[in-house]
């Protein structure tokens, strides 16, 4: 792994999280998700929202696994029928879309399938669920690269302009291959996923901890090119996104390696993350902005890494004294998301506002998106403790 700069978290005065203020915000937002379940019984929410309000879409995009991720949080939280209905009709869709191969040539077949699929397996034991996370996760194989040791993220794996390109978000993605290991029994999946975190820790990740968007490694003799951003704000500033996805993703590679170091490595992350909010605790699209008053947040970023400091806390000893800290900065964010960034009930179908998508290409910018949706109830689900993990 990378030489990495330890960098001391900044102190703050942080307060555990409260019971009462936790329940009302887990009923603000089922009031929400109840409210807006009737536009897409079958359809999806858009990847972000145009004005606060998600268009409905058919089964095309990566993100379309976030909506039946909620669902799944929201049955598990309730136990209440109409949740589990709509996610299991969402399964039929996800086993159709995989079959047929719908848009399913690029990396992100773990987000899809993982909160979908998987997760039906995993609660209720759904056949539909099983075979078709298995479907995703052999084509999510096909897309590793055995001399760079990279899932190549996206394009044709022929492209020269894409072949051996990693990205930090493919963290997140790993854990679809790790599922796959352990139902199958094949060890080709979970060597894949030990390889390509490997190649993550050793090259998105730069000295001080913070974090390339993405990375080239040359696939002809598996030497390692260049650096770049693809969302971020220039190849050498840290993409705030990017690096939620590396403090989560990082973690979850602890848990499925049993490899420590890649749960100090998150902290290191977490660390950089933390020392870069600003007063709200609420990033900056980029870290490299810092200023609260100009420039948009990236609320979704929050809630992954809100998310990833609860994982972290999972992950550390018990009797280290980072996680009272961690936990609390996780409270500390999604307090600061529940009363800050909230949807009003009417005029949105989302849950929280002021996230940026894609700010190169001018797509989502201070809008809703459907993952940060998705990151705040599972760590709210976190925090109350009701949660059976997902990406385990
Ligand atoms: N994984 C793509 C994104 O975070 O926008």
């Known amino acids: 792994m990378n030489e990495i700069a330890d960098e001391p978290l900044a102190t703050l005065e942080l307060r555990p999280s409260e019971p009462a203020e936790l329940d009302a915000l887990i009923a603000q937002a089922l009031a929400r998700l109840d409210r807006t379940m009737p536009q897409f019984r079958d359809h999806f929410p858009a990847p972000s929202s145009e004005s606060g309000t998600y268009a409905p879409i058919d089964n095309v995009e990566w993100t379309n696994g976030f909506w039946t991720g909620m669902l799944w949080l929201a049955w598990q939280m309730t136990g209440r029928d109409a949740y589990r209905a709509a ?91 790790f599922w796959a290991g352990r139902e199958t029994g094949d060890p080709s999946f979970g060597d894949a996923a030990t390889r390509h975190l490997r190649q993550a820790a050793r090259y998105l990740v730069r000295p001080d901890a913070s974090t390339f968007h993405t990375f080239y490694i040359d696939t002809a003799s598996g030497q390692p090119r260049f650096g770049s951003t693809h969302q971020g704000f220039s190849d050498d500033s840290c993409w705030a996104r990017g690096q939620a996805w590396g403090i989560y993703g990082f973690a979850l590679g602890g848990l499925h390696t049993g490899d420590k170091a890649y749960v100090e490595l998150a902290a290191r992350l977490a660390n950089y993350f933390l020392n870069r909010l600003p007063a709200d605790g609420i990033c900056c699209w980029d870290l490299v902005f810092t200023d609260d008053t100009t420039t948009p947040r990236d609320s979704s970023a929050a809630t992954i890494a809100a998310c990833g400091l609860l994982e972290l806390v999972k992950a550390l000893p018990v009797s280290d004294v980072r996680r009272d800290t961690y936990a609390a900065w996780a409270w500390r964010i999604v307090q600061s998301l529940g009363h800050g960034y909230a949807a009003p009930i009417e005029g949105s179908n989302a ?42």
């Not at 797509?363 to 709210?380: K, R």
């Open 351 to 392: 849950l929280l506002l002021h996230a940026v998508y894609h700010m190169p290409n001018g797509a989502g910018v201070d809008e809703a998106c459907i993952w940060g949706d998705y990151f705040y109830l599972e760590a709210l689900m976190r925090l109350r403790n009701v949660w059976m993990p997902y990406w385990s």
């Open 87 to 177: 996610a299991d009709e969402n399964v039929a869709s996800f086993l159709d879309r995989v079959k047929r191969r719908v848009n399913v040539d690029h990396h992100d077949l773990g987000f899809l399938y993982t909160l979908s699929a998987c997760a039906a397996h995993q609660l209720t034991g759904s056949e539909a669920g099983r075979a078709a996370g298995l479907e995703a996760a052999k084509l999510l194989l096909g897309r590793f690269d055995g001399v760079a040791n990279v899932i190549q993220a996206w394009g044709d794996m022929r492209d020269p302009a894409q072949r051996g390109r990693m990205i930090i978000d493919c963290n997140l993605n790993l854990p679809l291959l």
